[in-house]
């Protein structure tokens, strides 16, 4: 079993309103990218695979990131839908969609307490499904030969860390508002299981001229 190290993408459109419009990097992102990258390679990180989302948010930030490595691309590392299924809630249980962070930040555990729950009927996949998706494709890449470095988005984040340390929703609602973008997290095998050993990490960001790049969306 080899150890895993996540990514969030870069800083996307984080002013849009749909799935389409959302899923492109902003210029800030292009740079957050570009910085992780030039860190893995100063400190000489060793990663042995490359894996991605199909996301143009994942392959960009993969291909800013410049790691010479030809990335694995899987739809099942994508991330869950947020803007379709606030949409849904909207729709069919009348809570507004958020409309500034601060709302924002409580919005989110509610759509998650609503789609784990099958109370969102326009969802486009089932919390159970994400659950088991995301499950089966992060034991798929401990199994491979070597450090694997994956691609990913919050939601997916979140809900792996709510699967390695029992988080119930709430927890992993607040988990998923406080990934910053091109953050790492590292899981790493413990007695034949993954166990979270690093999370939320941006070394390549804490200079001072550089925490202006800190973001969350």
């Keep these: 079993m080899s ?9 996307a459109n984080s002013g849009a309103q ?7 990097l902003s210029s800030l992102g292009h ?3 570009a910085w992780l990258g030039a860190h893995l390679r100063e400190r ?4 042995a695979r490359l894996y991605t989302g199909t996301l143009k948010r994942h392959i960009e930030t993969a291909a800013a990131m410049n790691t010479g490595m030809e990335p694995t691309r899987d739809a099942r590392l994508n991330e869950l839908e947020y803007l379709t299924l606030a949409r849904a809630l909207e729709r069919e249980h009348g809570i507004p969609f958020p409309n500034d962070n601060a709302s924002f930040a409580t ?3 509610q759509v998650f307490q609503y789609w784990q729950d099958d109370k969102i ?3 486009p996949e089932r919390f159970a499904d994400f659950e088991s998706r995301v499950s089966a494709v992060l034991a798929e890449i401990a199994g491979g030969d070597g450090p694997a470095l994956v691609v990913t988005s919050g939601g997916l984040i979140s809900m792996a860390m709510r699967q390695l340390l029992r988080l119930d929703i709430t927890a992993m609602a607040q988990m998923a508002l406080a990934i910053y973008n091109t953050s790492q997290h590292r899981l790493f095998p413990i007695g034949g299981t993954l166990s979270p050993t690093m999370f939320n990490a941006i070394p390549h960001l804490e200079d001072p001229d550089r925490h202006y790049a800190q973001t969350h969306v």
């Design 31 to 33: 740079q957050q990218s």
């Design 44 to 47: 000489g990180q060793h990663h």
């Design 3 to 11: 150890h895993i190290t996540l990514i969030r993408h870069g800083q």
């Design 107 to 109: 919005h989110l555990p």
């Design 121 to 123: 009927d326009g969802a």
């Design 18 to 24: 749909d799935e389409a419009s959302y899923d492109k």
